[in-house]
């Protein structure tokens, strides 16, 4: 009798243990495929490609990777931009550039989103790499919590 209820149990139990395994693992792989930016340059002391994660706060957005993090208040956000690189406009700003971006290829596809914020009368740049269906989920997220327009470029754009 107490290998019949074992046996049913096994049964009943590993198809279960196997489909929660399974969810599990596919919901942790895309959280994580979804939440890789990268560093491309900016005014941060942060190595150029630290990979980590954009987190969209309540007023503020956090890129946390493993070689640093930095925090850009919502209140603090002049411009935000995702484009195939970065904009003439930014480029120019007089900044000090702890990592400049790379010579950028530009392409029709969006892969750079930059932030310019001003802290304590300082101007800050932060340049992130991704791809755009990771970065679809977080513009209507930025643009709600913080009431600021993200310039996202389209195949129609020419600015600079």
């Not at 243990?17 to 399974?22: D, K, M, T």
């Not at 070689?67 to 002049?78: D, L, N, R, Y």
């Amino acid at each position: 009798m107490k290998l019949d209820v074992t046996r049913h149990t096994c049964r009943t139990l590993l198809p279960a243990i196997a489909i929660l395994v399974l969810a599990g693992s596919a919901f942790g792989d895309q959280k994580t495929r979804d939440s890789i930016f990268q560093y491309a340059g900016g005014t941060e002391k942060i190595d150029l490609e630290c990979a980590g994660r954009l987190e969209v706060r309540l007023d503020s957005l956090s890129f946390n990777c493993p070689a640093g993090s930095v925090s850009m208040p919502f209140s603090a956000i002049t411009l935000m931009q995702f484009r195939p690189d970065v904009s003439r406009h930014v480029r120019k700003i007089k900044l000090k550039w702890t990592t400049f971006p790379s010579p950028l290829i530009s392409g029709k596809t969006n892969r750079y989103f930059t932030v310019v914020y001003k802290q304590d009368e300082v101007t800050h740049v932060v340049v992130l790499k991704t791809d755009p269906d990771t970065m679809r989920p977080y513009l209507a997220e930025i643009e709600l919590k913080s009431g600021k327009r993200v310039e996202v470029m389209t195949d129609n754009d020419d600015y600079s």
